[in-house]
C-alpha cells in the first residue's frame, strides 16, 4: 500500500506541475471562481458549453498541489461529457474524498485522491473546483466559498 500511496502522491505532484487545461478560455460561455479561504485556494473555472455538452473547460488561479491537481483533473474529466454525466463525475469524486466510497479499478484518474479522506481540512481543498464546476453548470455567476 505504501508503493501505491507513492505512486498516487507523485500522480497529484505531476499535476500540480504540469496542470491541464491551465489557460483562460476566450470563447467561453460561463465562467466562475472558486475559494477555499481555510487554505487560500483561488481558481476561475472556464466552461464553453454546447446545449447540453462540455465542449471545453479550462481554469486558472493559485493554490496548494491538492487543489491544483483536483481542478487538473476535473477539467481533462468533464471535457466532451454531457451535464448529467459531469453531475455523476462530481458525486463519484465527492464520495471518493470524504471517505464514502473506497478505491475500486472503476475510479481511474480519481484514485489518487482517495488519500484525502483521512485529512478532513484538505477535502475543501480538493472539492473546491468540482464545487466551482457545478455552480457554472446551474449557471451561478457569484463566486463560490467552501465556507
Ligand atoms: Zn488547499
Same mark, same amino acid.
Request: aromatic share 8%; with cysteine.
Given at each position: 500500500?505504501?508503493?501505491?500511496?507513492?505512486l498516487? @502522491?507523485?500522480?497529484?505532484?505531476?499535476?500540480n506541475? #504540469? =496542470?491541464? #487545461?491551465?489557460r483562460? %478560455?476566450?470563447?467561453? $460561455? $460561463?465562467?466562475?471562481?472558486g475559494f #477555499? =479561504?481555510?487554505?487560500?485556494? +483561488?481558481? !476561475?473555472?472556464?466552461?464553453?458549453?454546447?446545449?447540453?455538452v462540455?465542449?471545453?473547460v479550462?481554469?486558472?488561479?493559485? /493554490?496548494?498541489?491538492?487543489?491544483? *491537481?483536483?481542478?487538473? &483533473?476535473?477539467s481533462?474529466?468533464v471535457?466532451?461529457?454531457?451535464? @448529467?454525466?459531469?453531475?455523476v463525475?462530481?458525486d !463519484?469524486?465527492?464520495? %471518493?474524498? !470524504?471517505?464514502?466510497? +473506497? &478505491?475500486?479499478?472503476?475510479? /481511474?484518474?480519481?484514485? =489518487?485522491?482517495a488519500?484525502v479522506?483521512e485529512? =478532513?481540512?484538505?477535502?475543501?481543498c480538493?472539492?473546491?473546483a468540482?464545487? $466551482?464546476?457545478?455552480? *457554472?453548470?446551474?449557471?451561478e455567476?457569484?463566486?463560490?466559498s467552501?465556507?
Amino acid at each position: 500500500m505504501s508503493d501505491l500511496r507513492e505512486l498516487y @502522491q507523485q500522480v497529484i505532484l505531476d499535476h500540480n506541475k #504540469n =496542470p491541464r #487545461n491551465f489557460r483562460e %478560455l476566450p470563447d467561453a $460561455t $460561463t465562467k466562475v471562481e472558486g475559494f #477555499n =479561504p481555510l487554505c487560500g485556494d +483561488h481558481y !476561475t473555472v472556464f466552461l464553453k458549453i454546447d446545449g447540453d455538452v462540455i465542449r471545453d473547460v479550462s481554469f486558472i488561479g493559485s /493554490g496548494c498541489a491538492i487543489s491544483k *491537481a483536483s481542478a487538473s &483533473v476535473m477539467s481533462a474529466t468533464v471535457k466532451g461529457k454531457t451535464r @448529467q454525466e459531469a453531475e455523476v463525475l462530481f458525486d !463519484t469524486f465527492h464520495k %471518493l474524498v !470524504t471517505g464514502e466510497t +473506497h &478505491v475500486s479499478d472503476d475510479l /481511474g484518474r480519481f484514485a =489518487p485522491f482517495a488519500g484525502v479522506a483521512e485529512f =478532513p481540512t484538505r477535502v475543501k481543498c480538493a472539492i473546491l473546483a468540482w464545487h $466551482t464546476l457545478r455552480s *457554472a453548470l446551474e449557471g451561478e455567476k457569484q463566486a463560490v466559498s467552501t465556507e
